[in-house]
């Protein structure tokens, strides 16, 4: 396993916030207690911010958000991963529930057909395009013994997948790459057999620009899945219960 790109900037910025408990296991209220608060407020305040501008021009807001989408994304998830990873568990996607379903259960088999669809098997490398905490990826490593690239933007996360990759033994298998997934390393040109996402590039400001990325670091004839979230014709947006 390796991990590149967390500069020393963002190492000072992970410590202070969380703290030295990326790798201990406390439990969900002590993490939350021993963060650095005011730090935890100034997060919270520059998400709030790229928001509360809906209300007088919708427009600009959509143009400041796409033109600030690293900096919402990463205070959004500095904020919230460990509330995600307590309420919802390490994949934070969700899946179709069928009767007799445990939550877990219906997790699973969503990441499953995923895996089952790319045709993914142990000689296969693949990319998981904005990779959370890892829960996906090393599910689908033990399900089809592929090696993953993880790429995440977020550093506390990145940090995450190490140490359940550790606590799992499938560090071999597996590689985090703290970067941003419409500007992908160089290196990662035509390097993959195949790549998924989950849930993810809703975070890019236009999704031209994470799948032409994403079709640069496919090998010739590599495949790509996507679970994504999509707006039905049904919406309204003027119906404030939608």
Known sequence: MTTLDIDHSESEHIKRF?????YEPDGFLTKIHRKDSELNRNLVNTYADLWKEDLLNKEESIEKRRENAQVMTNAFYDVVTDFYEYGWG????????????????????????????????????VLDVGCGVGGPLHEIVRLSGAHITGINNNGYQVERCKFYSKKL???????????????????????????????????????????????????????FASYEWVTTPNYDENDPEH
């Not at 969380?18 to 990326?22: T, V």
């Not at 997790?107 to 490398?125: C, D, P, S, T, V």
């Not at 990662?188 to 799948?211: C, M, N, Q, R, W």
């Open 90 to 125: 390490e994949s934070f996607h969700f899946a179709r529930t069928f009767k007799g379903d445990t939550f877990e259960q219906s997790i699973k088999r969503h990441e499953h057909f995923l895996a089952l669809k790319l045709g993914l098997n142990e000689k296969k490398k």
């Open 169 to 223: 033994g499938v560090s071999e298998k597996t590689d985090f790459v703290k970067g941003d997934f419409t500007a992908m390393p160089q290196e990662f040109t035509g390097k993959f057999d195949s790549a998924y996402a989950i849930e993810a590039t809703v975070h890019s400001p236009k999704l031209e620009i994470v799948y032409g990325e994403v079709f640069r670091a496919l090998k010739p004839g590599g495949l």
């Open 18 to 22: 969380h703290g030295e408990i990326i």
